[in-house]
């Protein structure tokens, strides 16, 4: 059984708190969080030792594995941390905020033996998977256009988005590197934002446009409000077919009736309901990883290649312009035009 410590006790740590504690290969060791409170009241439910102490935690020759879901301004150090203590580590998107951080952290793990994986937990999704996998074995012909949707039932508190890094770095992050799955490597980024929906300071609507190596065009629409519900679809269509995958309902039940007719249930909550099956499944796929000695995925070099992505569509959101990339979202990054789209409002 391999022993796992989590760091962070907030949102995300509760949902990785429930799926060590329900996989029968893991024990849950430590949840580490200065907020002695919320550690506790996870320990209670879950199992575990509350503690604050790193120092204590990354000692412990019998934790083999740590997840780190703390806020994003910890990862670095926690992961550069963990690697030098010999235990393996499942961190949460982003690596970091600033692509030189995340050079840096490589700089210092990257001649280390070391098992690093990346929380970009949708592509474990059932259906995000199935689509990918077929569209891998040519079930619509060479793929041509993927289309990514990915609206949030509400926006989340300012404070949040001022610590978030921004819509991109934030949100369409799990959408950018979900084209990477798809498509390999992004070669050009065109976006555009606007504030619609609060005055945070930060747009709320995005789209985006990317072209990948191979030819291939991806568009992402994002939104921090859907008055309907979590928006989560995708679509990939290729020379001889097209694949997609819609919302998920709590039921398949429909009602007709003099008022309405085909009518659904609301789409199952937020990301905490929607993608429970996928967390679980990404964490059976490190601890794998962790018992067989081989590399997971996705790496930290998907971590980085998501981020680059972030910063392309912030540098082409603020020039009107697009963006081109090296292979893997490596290098300087590039204006191609000068042709300005408009500016957030």
Known sequence: MLRVALFGAGRIGQVHAA???????????????????????????????????????????????????????????????????????LCEKPIDLDLARVDACWAEIKDIPHTVMIGFNRRFDVSFRAIRDRVAAGEVGRLEQLAITSRDPAPPP?????????????????????????????????????????????????????????????????????????????????????L??????????????????????????????RYTPAYRAELDHFLRAVEDGRAPSPSFADGRAALALAEAADESMRTGAVVTLGCAGHGQAQRTSQTRAPSPS
Do not use: W
């Open 244 to 273: 997609s995958a819609g919302n998920q309902l709590p039921t398949m039940v429909r009602y007709y009736g003099p008022e309405r007719t085909d009518a659904a249930d609301p789409y199952v909550g937020f990301f905490l309901e």
């Open 19 to 89: 799926s060590v504690a329900a996989d029968p290969r893991a024990d849950l060791a430590y949840i580490c969080d200065p907020a002695t409170e919320a550690a506790t009241t996870l320990t209670d439910r879950f199992g575990g030792v509350p503690t604050t102490d790193i120092d204590a935690v990354m000692a412990d020759e019998s934790v083999d594995a740590v997840i780190i879901g703390s806020p994003t301004s910890t990862h670095v150090d926690l992961l550069t941390r963990a690697v030098r203590a010999g235990k393996a580590a």
């Open 158 to 242: 300012d404070g949040y988005v001022t610590a978030s890094g921004g819509l991109f770095r934030d949100m369409t992050i799990h959408d950018f590197d979900m084209a990477r799955y798809f498509l390999g490597d992004i070669v050009s980024v065109h976006a555009t934002g606007a504030n619609l929906i609060t005055e945070s300071g930060d747009i709320d609507s995005a789209i985006v446009v990317l072209r990948s190596a191979g030819g291939a065009l991806a568009q992402i629409t994002n939104s921090r409000r859907c008055a309907f519900g979590y928006d989560q679809r995708l679509e990939a269509f290729g020379a001889t077919g097209m």
